[in-house]
């Protein structure tokens, strides 16, 4: 009966015929399994028809994470409707905005929420959903019964996510079912996921890569997965000796690293270590094989694209590179209106049926990022080796232009990240009264004993002298987003009167 709606049909396709097989363990909770997830997506969808959601219809949600929340997802596709995920931490302004933009016909939200959410919520129909599976949404899916999933074709919207934002305001990218299921289909072959695969899931449901990357590749591989509410170093290094794999960013390798319970003994019955949604520095690639015997497997992705590269399963896995474009996918690297040389640095363009259809009611957004034949303007800036390995060397807006030079900030964070003592670092453009823009790195140092002298030092020689940091600036930590990525933006906004004659 999931034959006509395409996504649903493709993720439910793998666990056919082994309903009463478990899908997710919790550390303190019931199993439950293929069968059970997808009668609780059926219920969901059954509820959702009922509150008025028709297709095409958005579903926003802004809740913890749960198996409840992920039958949410399902069943508002099953429903026809558009799934809206949003980030847990967004404050009640934000979130303003969002639905102000979206027009959700149902949002659902945590019980300590809804009285803020209500204010802003307009028309929509409000529910809840807490931390351990239950609200009034959890009322109104009991005693429901099956549910015919609506025909939706590949070309259907299935998913909308709002960016992050860090260049202005935030763009709903508009993802189909066939985004989607084909994003899934490449990924579950890439990197060999079966139905023996038991996978370590700790990453948020807000966000592609735990939603669309992680949920997905299980369930269209039939696998099983370790359901965690977030990142615990604990629950993973129980987990793992009899888990397969685990998807993180590299915030989740650094802090196994700290862990002496992490040895190759713990490891050995895992196959796979994936990390994204922000770059791993090659020493945690180095010390995560020497300890483990693994070698983390990296990849690239945007909220618009899913993944797009990957470095192979079988094969030279590059510290420091994200590998090739996924099968399906193409990649160009773009400089002046046409195609760059190898290791010559442009920006990145990628196509493929992973590429999403545009912004959400923002069609000039679109046009400028989007172009006819389908090519994807990224904004980060990457170069390709002799071999085709693609390195990511920064945001295109990251880029320092400074006494009309430009400077790459990976480049010279590579460098500083090799110095003895640090720990890692960011290098970002401030304004400058005579260069336009002033180099600056801020650093995080391992332990106190690291000086600016140091760094200044190790730098000598072997930059020029317009790409050295006009200023270093050491901080206990850099400020990340959710996904662990480093946010620049307020770095810049931070420094922004350094050199400023005020």
Same mark, same amino acid.
């Given at each position: 009966?999931?034959?006509?709606?395409?996504?649903?049909?493709?993720l439910h396709a793998a666990s056919a015929g082994y309903e009463t097989r478990n899908f997710a363990t919790f550390p303190?909770?019931?199993?439950?399994?293929?069968?059970?997830?997808?009668?609780?997506?059926?219920?969901?969808?059954?509820?959702?028809?009922?509150?008025?959601?028709?297709?095409?219809?958005?579903?926003?949600?802004?809740?913890?994470?749960?198996?409840?929340?992920?039958?949410?997802?399902?069943?508002?596709?099953m429903a026809g409707g558009v799934f809206l995920p949003l980030n847990t931490a967004y404050t009640t302004a934000e979130?303003?905005?969002?639905?102000?933009?979206? /027009?959700?016909?149902?949002?659902?939200?945590?019980?300590?929420?809804?009285?803020?959410?209500?204010?802003?919520?307009?028309?929509?129909?409000?529910?809840?959903?807490?931390?351990?599976?239950?609200?009034?949404?959890?009322?109104?899916?009991?005693?429901?019964?099956?549910?015919?999933?609506?025909?939706?074709?590949?070309?259907?919207?299935?998913?909308?996510?709002?960016?992050?934002?860090? /260049?202005?305001?935030?763009?709903?990218?508009?993802?189909?079912?066939?985004?989607?299921?084909?994003?899934?289909? /490449?990924?579950?072959?890439?990197?060999?996921?079966?139905?023996?695969?038991?996978?370590?899931?700790?990453?948020?449901?807000?966000?592609?890569?735990?939603?669309?990357?992680?949920?997905?590749?299980?369930?269209?591989?039939?696998?099983?997965?370790?359901?965690?509410?977030?990142?615990?170093?604990?629950?993973?290094?129980?987990?793992?000796?009899?888990?397969?794999?685990?998807?993180?960013?590299?915030?989740?390798?650094?802090?196994?690293?700290?862990?002496?319970?992490?040895?190759?003994?713990?490891?050995?019955?895992?196959?796979?270590?994936?990390?994204?949604?922000?770059?791993?520095?090659?020493?945690?690639?180095?010390?995560?094989?020497?300890?483990?015997?693994?070698?983390?497997?990296?990849?690239?992705?945007? /909220?618009?694209? $899913?993944?797009?590269?990957?470095?192979?399963?079988?094969?030279?896995?590059?510290?420091?590179?994200?590998?090739?474009?996924?099968?399906?996918?193409?990649?160009?690297?773009?400089?002046?209106?046409?195609?760059?040389?190898?290791?010559?640095?442009?920006?990145?363009?990628?196509?493929?049926?992973?590429?999403f259809k545009g912004y959400w009611q923002m069609p000039e957004k679109t046009a400028e990022e989007l172009r006819p034949?389908?090519?994807?303007?990224?904004?980060?800036?990457?170069?390709?080796?002799?071999?085709?390995?693609?390195?990511?060397?920064?945001?295109?807006?990251?880029?320092?232009?400074?006494?009309?030079?430009?400077?790459?900030?990976?480049?010279?964070?590579?460098?500083?990240?090799?110095?003895?003592?640090?720990?890692?670092?960011?290098?970002?453009?401030?304004?400058?009264?005579?260069?336009?823009?002033?180099?600056?790195?801020?650093?995080?140092?391992?332990?106190?004993?690291?000086?600016?002298?140091?760094?200044?030092?190790?730098?000598?020689?072997?930059?020029?002298?317009?790409?050295?940091?006009?200023?270093?600036?050491?901080?206990?930590?850099?400020?990340? $987003?959710?996904?662990?990525?480093?946010?620049?933006?307020?770095?810049?906004?931070?420094?922004?009167?350094?050199?400023?004659?005020?």
């Amino acid at each position: 009966m999931y034959d006509q709606n395409h996504l649903i049909s493709r993720l439910h396709a793998a666990s056919a015929g082994y309903e009463t097989r478990n899908f997710a363990t919790f550390p303190a909770r019931a199993s439950v399994t293929f069968g059970e997830l997808f009668a609780g997506a059926e219920r969901n969808a059954a509820a959702l028809v009922a509150m008025g959601v028709q297709p095409g219809d958005r579903v926003a949600v802004q809740v913890k994470k749960t198996i409840e929340a992920i039958q949410l997802y399902l069943g508002t596709v099953m429903a026809g409707g558009v799934f809206l995920p949003l980030n847990t931490a967004y404050t009640t302004a934000e979130i303003a905005y969002f639905l102000g933009d979206a /027009t959700p016909r149902v949002v659902v939200c945590d019980p300590e929420r809804e009285d803020a959410i209500r204010e802003i919520a307009g028309d929509a129909k409000l529910v809840t959903l807490d931390a351990k599976g239950y609200g009034s949404l959890t009322d109104s899916v009991v005693g429901r019964g099956g549910f015919t999933p609506v025909a939706r074709e590949a070309d259907d919207l299935a998913a909308i996510l709002y960016t992050s934002g860090t /260049t202005g305001r935030s763009k709903g990218a508009m993802l189909s079912h066939h985004n989607l299921a084909s994003n899934s289909a /490449t990924l579950k072959d890439y990197w060999q996921f079966t139905d023996q695969d038991v996978l370590i899931h700790a990453l948020p449901i807000f966000h592609t890569h735990g939603l669309f990357v992680a949920t997905n590749v299980a369930l269209f591989a039939g696998a099983r997965v370790v359901f965690l509410p977030g990142f615990d170093a604990d629950a993973i290094l129980d987990a793992m000796p009899n888990a397969t794999a685990l998807m993180g960013v590299p915030t989740f390798y650094t802090r196994l690293l700290a862990d002496d319970r992490l040895t190759r003994d713990r490891a050995a019955n895992m196959r796979l270590f994936i990390s994204g949604s922000a770059p791993l520095l090659v020493d945690t690639h180095e010390q995560w094989e020497a300890r483990t015997g693994h070698r983390i497997l990296e990849r690239y992705g945007m /909220t618009e694209t $899913n993944m797009s590269t990957s470095n192979p399963y079988d094969g030279d896995r590059r510290a420091g590179t994200v590998g090739f474009p996924l099968p399906g996918v193409e990649a160009r690297i773009m400089a002046d209106g046409a195609e760059v040389g190898t290791d010559e640095i442009g920006v990145l363009e990628v196509r493929g049926s992973n590429v999403f259809k545009g912004y959400w009611q923002m069609p000039e957004k679109t046009a400028e990022e989007l172009r006819p034949d389908g090519w994807f303007i990224t904004g980060d800036m990457a170069k390709r080796d002799a071999d085709g390995y693609v390195t990511i060397v920064g945001r295109e807006k990251d880029l320092v232009i400074t006494g009309g030079f430009n400077v790459y900030p990976k480049e010279i964070e590579s460098l500083i990240d090799d110095v003895l003592g640090v720990l890692e670092s960011a290098v970002i453009g401030v304004p400058h009264p005579d260069f336009g823009e002033a180099v600056v790195a801020i650093v995080v140092a391992e332990n106190n004993g690291l000086s600016i002298d140091q760094i200044k030092s190790a730098l000598d020689g072997q930059l020029a002298k317009f790409k050295q940091p006009k200023q270093i600036i050491l901080l206990p930590e850099l400020p990340r $987003n959710t996904m662990g990525k480093v946010q620049k933006k307020a770095l810049r906004e931070t420094y922004s009167t350094l050199f400023s004659d005020g």
